[in-house]
Structure formats: C-alpha cells, structure tokens
C-alpha cells in the first residue's frame, strides 16, 4: 500500500491505494506549529493497517510559511570582496514603474551579517586570487558572536568553478561543525549573481526549520512505520529522499501545490485531455496552472511575494509554473478604506476558521458565503453550525455597510472572489497567449469544483473536470510521480561555433553525475530516464527559451533541428523570430527521472439510477435568479453516464460541485466528473 500526505494551509490530506488500486482519502485539520501532528491524525483516521505500507510521500508548505511569514533562522552570508551589498542592489527593473515612493524588497540577511573574504574567479572559472583562509575564520568568529543559526557562502563565478566555494564549506565546518551551511554552487549551477546568492541566503534561512520538520516527521513515522521508501515532494514536480530534501529544503517551496498540477498532466493523458488548465482552490489559496500538450512548465524563474507593486525574491530552483492567489474557503472578507468589497488575502485557516465552525472566528469568509446562499450544507460539517450566527456576521460585516441583505451579501462575496480566481486563470492563459476555450478546466481541493463551473462560463471553457478524490487531489498526484533531480549548467555557446564533441561531453558529464546522485539513493541506473534541454536566445538578447534537444550523441542535422526549433518557439512565445540571427545556448538542462512503480488506476463501473443518487432538494441563492429549488445529489450514488442538468449540487465528502443553467454533467469511466455545456 501507498500512501501520500499533503499539508496545507487549513487541511492535511491523505489518500492512499492498495494493491488491488483501491483508493481512500481523509482529511484533518491542520495542526501548526507541529504539523507533524496533523499527518499522523490524518493516518489514524484513515485507519490504515501500517504494517502494509510500502511507500510514504509527503508534500508540505512549511518552507513557503517559514519564507512568507519571516520564521526562519538568523542567517550570515559570506561572499566575495565588494559584493555584501548585491542583495540590497538587487535588480533595476522594478514592477511599478511611476511609484516614487517604491521600495525595494529589505534582504533577509541585514547588512552586518553581510561578510566579505579575499577571492576572486574569473568568468572562466580561473583564480584571479586565491580564497584567504584568515577571513573566513574571522567571518565565523563573527558569526559565532552574533548567535547566527545558518551561513550561505555565495562567490563570483562559483557557478562555473566551486572549488572556492567548497573549500570555504569545509573551513567553516572545521571551526563550527554544528551549524547548517549552504554553497550556492550546491543549489544551483546557473549564472546571474543576484538570484543565485539570494537563493543560497533563502536555503541557509529555511535550513534549520526544514531540517527540524523532516527529523520530527521522519522519528515519528519510524515509531509508527517499519517503512525505507520515505520520500518528499519537490516544487519540480518530482520526489526526493528526506536526506536530500534537509540538504536542499528550498527545493520544496512550493512542495504542496505542485503535485495536484503533475496530478491533473497524469490524469489528462488517461481520460485523453492534453491541454488542462489544473486549478486547486484550498482553504488558503487557489493556484492554478497551464499544462500544453500534456508538458507540466517547469522554470527556474521563480519569485515568492511578487506582483504588481513589489519585485520580490528570486529563487533560482525548478519549480512548477504555477500563479497562486490569497483565495481559499478561508478567505475572510472585507471592507477596505475607500469602502469596497474584498475578499482575502488573510484567511481565518482551520483555527478558528470560518464563523460556520463555531470555534470563535468573527469574520464572514467565502465558506460563510457559501453556506448562507445554500451551496453548502450545514449538515455536512464536522460542527454544529448555527446559521443564525452566519447570516448576522455577513450581515453586519458587510451587508449594512452596503444597505442590502445578508444573502445578497453572501453573493457579492463569492462574485469578488470569483473575479479573483478569474483574474488568476487569465494570467495563467490568456496573458501567456493561449485561449482558454482550447483548454479542459481540471478543478481540485476543498473549493474547486464549487467556484470552476461559474469561472468556466466567464472564461469561455468549454468543459470541467472534476476528478475522483478532488478534495485530496494534490496528495493523489504524489502518487503518481517519480523521483526527480534537476540539472542545470549555464554554458555559453554560439551554436554556429558549438563543438559537437564538446556539447556530448558535457552532457556525459552531467548525466554520469545524476547516475551517482541516484545510486546514493539506491536507484538502479537501468531505471534512470534523461530529458534534455537547451535554454536558447539570439545574440545580443537578455532571456532565454528552453527548448527540448534530443538524448545521446548530436550530429549537424541535430543542431540545425534544434536551431530550427528554436525558431519556431521563439515565434510561439514572442510572436516574431529572426531566421537569420545568430543563435547561443546559455544553459543546458538535464532533467533526470528515478522511475517507481505506480498504482494502476482502474474504470469504475456504476449502476443504479439519478433518483438512487438524489439526496434531497435545497433552495439556493443565484446571481440574478434569487432563490431556486435545486436537487442534490449523492457522487458516490451517481450512476456512470447518465446526465444530470444545471442548476444541481453534487455532493461529496469534504466537496462540492455546483453546475449552473446551460451545464450538464455525468461520471466517466473512472469516476471523474465531466461538466459541458448543454447543446443548443
């Protein structure tokens, strides 16, 4: 039996399958500061038998907490002379552009834990000046003084050559072997010194919590669990082993999140939908990401705390392509100075939560809305609800505000945040140049199927699928997933002048060292599959465009089949390309996936009839509508095939789907929610 667990914001999930491909899911509460708690509650309650165990996989948002939340340790940077600023100078290219008043993002490592030392490489990797062991010692000294928890040592050119790097590692653990160090050249291999120093400051910062988490997680599911196959979800969309996870935790930023979108890419390629567009709506957050031709978009430009009005912090790690919102169930609503309507982004989370729970929340939340306007059922909570309490909270907080009743209220909520979510898929599609009507809306989590049919008739989409286990779905995609490492080498290189046994060097060399990686992880090579890449631009440009080359050994019609390609998604991304401009790579990308055997997801075959599945008739609130009696339906009872007509709620344990006028919905073969529009 497999079983994986994913901790959000509000809720820790679980889903698990056996042998035969059964699965089950549970869901507890969330249990912070120890939340290691939470998925040992959520492993009790879905009563499974550990002894039957074989593999374990967890996905977290602490190290995203830890970042946001500024709980991480009091980190020291050790870089080379003239360079302890270049976290303050950042980038010039700010985001708003006309604000005289913008200010740049404070580093997380204040200036007098900034530490220079004598050192210098070259752009070619060679030793202008040699690393002086004095001023290391004497920047550990200092640190040591200043009670520093964790050190990120960042040199010039280290990315090329990190022997300076790695020599300054081994003094520092010499003189202090007990504190946690990062080496940029460890994390990542990518030119650009700003994103790469800020990401090793980013790792040092999260080390010591991440580490504390994985150790605590890892004794208590040991006491619990006579089980090897302990692995972690990364924001590549991939796992790995908790050793590699405590040495690289910023490798796990977005560690949650990221398994429902390789979920949703798995679960396409089954039902035959190769664009999805995979949207999670949780009690905290809603995420959503763009999947073309069944490739889940992973980047190494990633930014945690950016928008309009703020640069945030780059992280140079693989990470999903993923938008991520302050819009959950959780999400409290609002009224802002100049007397508008907002919902999020602070949420109530699981404590105490919605007003719904009773547990002392004040706040009317996107939940509340939804249980007043009938969506929800007060039946269905854990709690005792006292919908008296709802309506007057709504009531107060925002419906006297604006002079209208608390239903209508209620409403205004759930349109705000759909405009939110709205906005998010847009940026995702329409803003990348994709036209959504061409994409399959994929929804999961607690909310999804509940916001996704409505979103689909604002965007166009022409279908929804809500799949088996939507509430857990992110924890159902870590199943599904192999082991993954990420390697990437920036490598410059003209492609007229490229040496073709060069070029195979270099990938021999990479790929021979992600075959050591795996041994060390106990993985047999025979099970070890490469992609390559290459990230491309013409010359003279500042960006790139990964494009995929192919395995083994190049030859000249390769390269003119790459060039060529390159061509054309060059075109694809920036509509124009420059047939006859020089073209270079800047960096090379070897992607190489660990292959574990997964679950086999089997058809489900359903009888019975839709008055079998009808539970009961519900009056519900509808824009412009107002109240309409609508029928209610039981999933697990729906009959496979047969078409159910909006407006109808279908139930499920900890979701909701609710379809409106023109939608239609039936279960496929494997039990997915199919939602179209009616034909005319």
Request: net charge negative; glycine share 8%; proline share 4%.
């Amino acid at each position: 039996m497999r079983v994986a667990t994913d901790i959000g914001g509000t809720f820790t999930d679980l889903v698990y399958v056996d042998e035969t491909g059964q699965i089950g899911i549970a869901k507890t509460n969330t249990t912070p500061p120890n939340f290691e708690k939470g998925v040992l509650d959520v492993i009790e309650k879905a009563e499974i038998d550990t002894k039957e165990l074989s593999m374990f996989i967890h996905g977290t948002t602490v190290i995203i907490n830890a970042l946001t939340e500024r709980k991480g340790a009091k980190t020291g940077l050790i870089t080379t002379k003239g360079f302890r600023d270049i976290l303050e100078i950042a980038r010039g290219n700010r985001p708003d552009l006309f604000n005289v008043l913008y200010k740049k993002p404070e580093p997380f490592v204040e200036r007098h834990l900034r530490r220079e030392v004598n050192e210098r490489l070259n752009y070619k990797g060679e030793t202008l000046s040699p690393l002086r062991r004095e001023d290391v010692e004497e920047c550990v000294n200092y640190f040591k003084k200043e009670n520093v928890e964790a050190i990120a040592v960042s040199y010039m050119h280290s990315y090329v050559n990190p022997s300076h790097e790695q020599e300054t590692v081994k003094i520092i653990k010499e003189l202090w072997p007990e504190i946690l160090v990062t080496a940029s050249s460890e994390i990542t291999k990518e030119w650009r010194e700003y994103e790469r120093t800020n990401t090793a400051v980013l790792n040092a910062y999260v080390q010591p919590a991440a580490t504390t988490y994985i150790n605590k997680l890892d004794k208590e599911l040991r006491e619990k669990i006579d089980i090897d196959q302990r692995y972690i979800m990364q924001s590549n969309g991939g796992t790995t082993k908790f050793d590699n996870a405590k040495a690289a935790p910023i490798n796990m930023v977005e560690s949650g999140p990221v398994a429902g979108i390789f979920g949703a890419a798995v679960l396409g390629e089954l039902i035959g939908e190769k664009n999805i567009i995979a949207f999670d709506i949780g009690g905290t957050t809603a995420k959503c990401s763009l999947i073309e031709n069944g490739e889940v978009k992973v980047s190494t430009d990633y930014y945690i705390e950016r928008d309009s009005r703020n640069a945030g912090y780059p992280i140079k790690a693989p990470v999903v392509d993923i938008v991520e919102i302050g819009n959950g169930g959780g999400s409290i609503a609002w009224i802002d100075n100049a007397g508008s309507l907002k919902v999020g982004p602070q949420s109530a989370g699981a404590k105490p939560g919605p007003v719904a729970y009773g547990l002392g929340g004040t706040e009317p939340t996107t939940t509340d809305a939804n249980l007043l306007t009938g969506r929800l059922s007060s039946k269905n909570f854990d709690y005792d609800v006292n919908m008296d309490t709802v309506k007057q909270a709504i009531q107060d907080k925002i419906g006297n505000h604006f002079g209208i009743s608390a239903e209508e209220a209620a409403l205004g909520i759930i349109r705000i945040a759909n405009s939110n979510m709205l906005n998010a898929l847009k940026l995702i599609s329409i803003r990348k140049g994709h036209n959504p009507q061409d994409f399959t809306l994929l929804a999961f989590g607690g909310g999804g199927s509940m916001h996704a049919p409505a979103l689909a008739l604002e965007l166009g989409v022409k279908k929804v699928v809500v799949p088996i286990a939507s509430p857990v779905f992110s924890a159902w995609g870590m199943l599904m997933t192999d082991l993954r490492h990420d390697y990437i080498q920036t490598y410059i290189k003209r492609l007229n002048e490229l040496s073709l046994t060069e070029m195979d060097t270099q990938w021999n060399e990479i790929e021979s060292h992600a075959l050591s990686h795996y041994k060390d992880e106990g993985m047999a090579a025979e099970n070890v599959e490469f992609n390559r890449f290459a990230d491309m631009r013409y010359l003279g440009q500042e960006h790139t465009v990964k494009v995929p080359v192919p395995n083994g050994k190049w030859s000249e019609e390769d390269k003119h089949k790459i060039i060529e390609d390159f061509h054309n998604l060059h075109e694809k991304n920036y509509t124009f390309k420059l047939d006859d401009s020089p073209t270079e790579i800047v960096n090379i990308h070897v992607t190489a996936f660990g292959k574990v055997p997964k679950p086999e997801i089997g058809k489900i075959t359903r009888v019975g009839t839709i008055t079998d599945a009808k539970k009961e008739n519900r009056n519900i609130y509808f824009e412009q509508k107002g109240w309409i009696n609508t029928p209610v339906y039981d999933r697990e009872k729906l009959p496979s095939h047969e078409f159910i007509y909006g407006p109808a709620v279908i139930e499920e344990k900890a979701a909701v789907t609710v379809i409106y006028e023109n939608q239609k919905l039936h279960l496929d073969d494997f039990g997915n929610i199919i939602i179209e529009m009616e034909d005319k």
